[in-house]
């Protein structure tokens, strides 16, 4: 019998996209790219600006702050992120 391809009905999506498509968790971090969306990837935003504006946000305090989890690496907590939304009125 010939090898059959199998059809996937899910779209094109990254493992990385699909990890995370707002089903966010109690705890843990998120990349920056998890919070302002990926459109590559068709991630939706949590808090939809740009890369640009919410770095500034984050510098001028608008936004909560980063944690460093290496030399080049920065997430921020899950919980931050929420108590965030939330207190704009979304519900996450």
Not at 14 to 42: C, Y
Request: proline share 7%; hydrophobic share 40%; charged share 20%.
């Amino acid at each position: 019998m010939k090898n059959q391809q199998v059809m996937d009905t899910q779209p094109n999506v990254s493992a990385r996209s699909q990890a995370s498509l707002h089903v966010l968790p109690e705890t843990g971090f998120l990349r920056l790219w998890q919070i302002i969306g990926d459109k590559k990837n068709n991630l939706p935003a949590l808090i939809p600006v740009s890369r640009t504006t919410f770095l500034n946000g984050v510098k001028s305090g608008k936004y909560p702050k980063p944690i460093n989890l290496g030399s080049r690496t920065v997430a921020w907590k899950v919980e931050d992120i929420k108590l965030f939304i939330n207190s704009l009125g979304g519900l996450v």
